[in-house]
């Protein structure tokens, strides 16, 4: 009952439904898209994920009662099969207009539009049991997987959007592509929020970043290690290491300046990379000029995004 309360508060099954393309007879429906939202919902949060389960919920009299049914007289809640066919309804374009949905749910937490964004980009490994469709093996986790896509507000902690997608590694074109529909859509409603992303290494594409310089976003992109960017940055590197143990820093930045756009090792038209040192590893960064002077936040990038993500 208390997720009932929380999802009508925040209108998530109603706000669904209102962008899902209903394509079923209507004279034949017995249950409604509200209702099977609901029911996917509470049975996923009540630790059911498989759709299966729902066979024998449905006639749950506390989800009955969550879902506005009467617990004992009402009629049953939707089956597996209407729930299956329900999932592979969706076209691409209704799957991306139910993402704009967990994104405004995001921006209505606002009261107002914000001065400024950070938003964690990060993936996570769903191990799949079976070969499910788009399920690959990944040689990182060594599992065949899911591997979502997630984003979430630094700030608040809270989910901005997730995507299911294959157990890949994305690609320039990926991360853009992510990237352009979602600052698109805050867009449309805060017009003037600084917006800054942060994420690993394999997001730090030069597709990415130059559509991130061109459109005024910040980011601070790890950088994958490479020979020539070490030697470029191994001065440097030593240091800050010698810096970090005299003083007993918790963790110091510095930025080469050897290292150049035109260097190699360092995708074009990104920035000179940010070395950072914390604890006991150095880590370059490749960050755009505004975030750069704007704060070194980069450090705690990982570590943000890893208790977001526990808290979901």
Request: glycine share 6%; proline share 6%.
């Amino acid at each position: 009952m208390l997720l009932a309360m929380a999802e009508r508060r925040l209108g998530l099954a109603d706000n669904l439904a209102r962008v899902f393309p209903d394509r079923r007879d209507p004279t034949r429906v017995v249950h409604s898209l509200v209702d099977m939202f609901r029911a996917r919902m509470f049975a996923i949060c009540c630790g059911y994920e498989d759709a299966d389960d729902l066979d024998h919920l449905r006639s749950d009299p506390a989800f009955k009662l969550a879902c506005g049914r009467l617990p004992d007289t009402g009629r049953d809640l939707c089956s597996q099969p209407t729930l299956s066919r329900l999932e592979n309804a969706p076209r691409l374009r209704d799957v991306i207009r139910l993402t704009y949905i967990l994104v405004d749910a995001w921006m209505d937490s606002y009261p107002r539009e914000p001065a400024s964004v950070t938003l964690d980009i990060d993936d996570t490994c769903d191990v799949v049991h079976g070969h499910q469709q788009l399920s690959l093996f990944n040689a990182h986790y060594d599992e065949r997987c899911f591997l979502p896509i997630h984003v979430y507000d630094t700030e608040k902690s809270r989910p901005v959007a997730v995507v299911l997608r294959p157990g890949k590694t994305p690609g320039g074109v990926e991360v853009r592509a992510l990237l352009r529909r979602l600052v698109r859509h805050i867009r449309t409603r805060w017009h003037n929020t600084r917006i800054t992303f942060r994420g690993d290494g394999h997001y730090a594409r030069p597709e990415a970043m130059a559509w991130c310089e061109t459109n005024g976003i910040d980011y601070i992109f790890g950088l994958s290690g490479t020979k020539p960017l070490a030697r470029k940055v191994d001065e440097v590197a030593d240091d800050i290491r010698t810096r970090r143990a005299i003083e007993n820093l918790r963790f110091c930045v510095a930025i080469p300046r050897r290292a150049t756009r035109q260097s190699p090792g360092i995708a074009n038209g990104a920035p000179s990379p940010v070395l950072r040192r914390r604890c006991s590893a150095s880590t370059s960064v490749s960050s755009s000029p505004a975030s750069m002077s704007a704060r070194p936040s980069g450090s705690t990038t990982a570590c943000i995004a890893r208790a977001a993500k526990q808290r979901i």
